[in-house]
């Protein structure tokens, strides 16, 4: 070849075929490197070797043969043909020591010109080499669809290598590796006598026309050739409908040839080992390389796609598992020294923070004060905190965030906090609103009532008018302006609302999706607080970020559990906070699963709903769709609504792999249809249980005046059961609500049912859960399942949730998963390598900041900053 072959090498100029360029296209095979970071996600066991007469059914064999017998017939009334081919093994049962004997291949297809280019292959009197798992039919020995190696007659015989058979004191120790062989030269038998007795050959069949010999070309110049590479474990790669798995390996291959070529003539080595290290360097230091005992990068590559042993593939997985975990611990400790690099408002302690937290009327927990104080520390530096904080649904996030929000107002400056949800928005203007009142009624007229006055900061204005989210914007009779801002909002409120925050006045500002819009703009803005901060993209937070003159204090809260390492891995340039303790008076959530087909069970739960219902209490009922009659353009149609009004809730998100194909990726059986929200209010309103009761219900497609009212009946008693979907998931908060049902429990993600359950018990009184579930007993779904009513430990559920579904689905697509570039490292099986990982990057990184003595780990950490992985990064 005389064009150079790199990693950046576009895989259209190595591949005539244009289909299968197509093909690894839709894979996201583009170049040379892409498919070399294609990984298999299994690896077969070596094959062993055996005659025919050692064959057992089912189990994978591998021999050398000559074809004795061929036919190719018409399936009868169906489409399509079928070849058959009788082979003999008697010279390679001889080299084994044990009697020769034959067998039937068949293959079916409804192409004739594949049928035409295996019988030439496969023509009378052809060596070949032959793998797969024999079967039994009609009481005979046949392998269907077996791998066919075409052998030179001149090397048929050969069946060991030529070098281990002359090299003294080697010995056969039967059906082990190649190398077990011995090297013999046996004669072909050419009597066919045996054939017509083990296999019968009908007399009346139909022999294609037999090519040249001078024609044919020859898969492998030896039977010991060829049966070495039929035998040695074989890579499998996730494949599809246009490309299958070997032929992704047969290119995968092709292109590490195309490198090693390259590679001696750019550097005159003709070991193919060192021409490929040629053109791979390796990306991290050679000092970690020795210390880890890992192989060189190149090594690794070929050990994956082309692997002589389980060992060394694994070996090789390991190597580019570390580089992944070192890799992206450089980036986000490099993205967090960045960040200090920016100004920042300097927010130093408030009187006003400080009289917040004396006026509540409940005591805060220790992990409450230490977090505050934290952030106070980290809001009274020059450069912008970046914190997230990470607590258990109902462990007090909101006050924490609100005193940060305090210190800055205090300071003379803006705050604002973004939720994912109109109806989370409203509550925590609502909730906000009441509290900044309460904290103006406790206070004298003096000096401390009112905010600060910063660099450019106007002093808070005041009048006497009451705030309504339904038809103002900004509360104003409170020592603190608190604006709230969504997309549905009227057009003469929003526009008050982006004024008072335009103006700079020192106030809290609450919005939804609307705070990214380009209208909105707060120029004094010194503090962002994001709520559920999976539910945003990197992108959106960093617009929030350039709305200030200076870069604001970044404070990112959420109450899906994320597991230590999966944090330090994602959130690694972020100073990261937990919150474990629940504040007094919170009782344990009591979770029971209630299989659907339990009748008994089922009413027994009704009964007892009604109880609490009559006691004074609320109940969710939970389903995962909206209707029975959902149409998918509707649906597609609702969505782009939500979007375009500041609204990107999901209705439901079903767990990925579980619901849709089994662990062999064999299509699972068909599920049972969903339940909906409008089908189960209406068959539990008719239930003797609910007689007299009142439902409600709330989904993503109801407009937010509607919303708003279910809400307020709901939490008034006048609709003391809401059936919704998961729109109720976040930041719902409902005190009187003590039981929740869920229903097809079985069909959601541990995380998510967490965030649901966590929508009860928040008035401090007894609750409960049900997990209504349709999952077999002893599968996978109801494992699950146990998993979040044995526990209401966030992060033992986070480690499931992500073992069993992925990074991406727990957190966010926005953050990780198939987007991350973390193609094989696992943030919870690798927690220790990826705090190892941490360790050496950090002491890298002190020696040499910049990466200048690291070439190529530079040039890898930005292909991994700019490249799609940047999605993990949260600077």
Known sequence: ???????????????????????????????????????????????????????????????????????????????????????????????????????????????????????????????????????????????THPEVLTVLPEGAGVFGDPAAASAPGSASAGEGSLGDISNQTTAQPSSSASVSTTVGAPASHSQLAQPAANALRYDADTAYEALQHVCRPRPVYHASSRISSEHIHESIDAMLEALRTSGQAASGDTDPTLALRAVIPDILPQDVIEAKGLLHRADAFAAIHEPQSTKEFRHAIETLRYEEAFVSQISVLQARETSREADALVCRDSPLRDRFIDSLSFELTDGQRDVIGDICKDMGRAYPMQRLLQGEVGSGKTVVALAAMLQAVGAGYQAVLVAPTQVLAEQHYQTISGMMAKLGAGSDDGEDSKVGKGEGGKAAKTDDNNADPKDDDTANNTPVPVTLLTGGMKLAA??????????????????????????????????????????FGVEQREILREKGEKTPHLLVMTATPIPRSAAMTWFGDLDISWLTELPGGRKPIRTFIVPEADGTMMS????????????????????????????????????????????????????????????????????????????????????????????????????????????????????????????????????????????????????????????????????????????????????????????????????????????????????????????????????????DARKRAEALLEDDPTLKGQVELAGAVLDFTRGGESQILSN
């Open 1 to 143: 070849m005389s064009a150079s072959v790199s990693l950046t090498t576009p895989v259209s100029s190595l591949i005539p075929n244009k289909r299968r360029v197509s093909a690894l296209k839709s894979l996201g095979v583009v170049s040379v490197g892409d498919a070399l970071t294609y990984y298999p996600f299994h690896v077969t066991e070596p094959v062993p070797l055996r005659a025919i007469r050692e064959a057992r059914p089912g189990v994978p064999m591998a021999f050398a043969a000559v074809v004795r017998y061929l036919r190719v017939v018409p399936m009868g009334g169906r489409r399509g043909y079928r070849l058959e081919a009788v082979v003999d093994d008697s010279a390679f049962a001889a080299s084994r020591q044990v009697g020769g004997s034959t067998c039937r291949l068949v293959f079916f297809s409804h192409k004739k010109p594949y049928m035409d280019w295996m019988s030439g292959r496969l023509r009378q009197g052809a060596d070949v080499v032959l793998a797969g798992a024999p079967s039994e039919f009609n009481g005979q020995l046949q392998f």
């Open 494 to 535: 929003r526009r008050r609302a982006l004024a008072q925050a335009a103006s700079g006045t020192p106030g809290i500002i609450i919005a939804t999706h609307a705070a990214f819009s380009k209208t909105f703009q707060a120029p004094n803005l010194a503090l962002v607080v994001i709520d559920e901060q999976h539910r």
């Open 604 to 835: 027994q739960m009704f009964v007892h709903i009604r109880r609490r219902i009559d006691a004074g209490e609320r109940a969710y009922i939970v389903c995962p769709r909206i209707d029975q009659d959902e149409d998918a353009e509707a649906d597609g149609k609702a969505q782009a609504r939500k979007r375009r009004d500041g609204e990107t809730e999901d209705d439901f998100v079903e767990v990925t792999g579980l619901a849709m194909a089994d662990d062999d990726g064999t299509q699972a059986e068909p599920k049972p249809p969903l339940h909906a929200v409008d089908e189960i209010a209406h068959r539990l309103s008719a239930l003797p249980q609910f007689q007299g009761i009142r439902f409600a219900t709330l989904t993503g497609r109801d407009d937010d005046e509607t919303k708003r009212h279910v809400m307020a009946d709901f939490e008034s008693g006048k609709t003391p059961v809401l059936a919704a979907t998961t729109v109720i998931e976040v930041g719902v908060d409902v005190r009187q609500a003590s039981c929740i049902t869920i229903f097809d429990a079985d069909r959601y993600g541990l995380s998510q049912l967490h965030q649901l359950r966590g929508r009860v018990g928040r008035g401090g009184t007894d609750s409960w859960a049900f997990l209504v579930s349709r999952a077999e007993s002893g599968s996978i779904a109801e494992q699950r399942l146990q998993v979040i009513a044995g526990t209401l430990d966030g992060a033992e559920i986070a480690k499931a949730d992500l073992e069993l579904r992925g990074a991406g689905d727990v957190l966010g697509d926005a953050q990780s998963g198939g987007k991350s570039g973390l193609k094989l490292l696992r943030v919870v099986k690798d927690e220790k390598m990826i705090a």
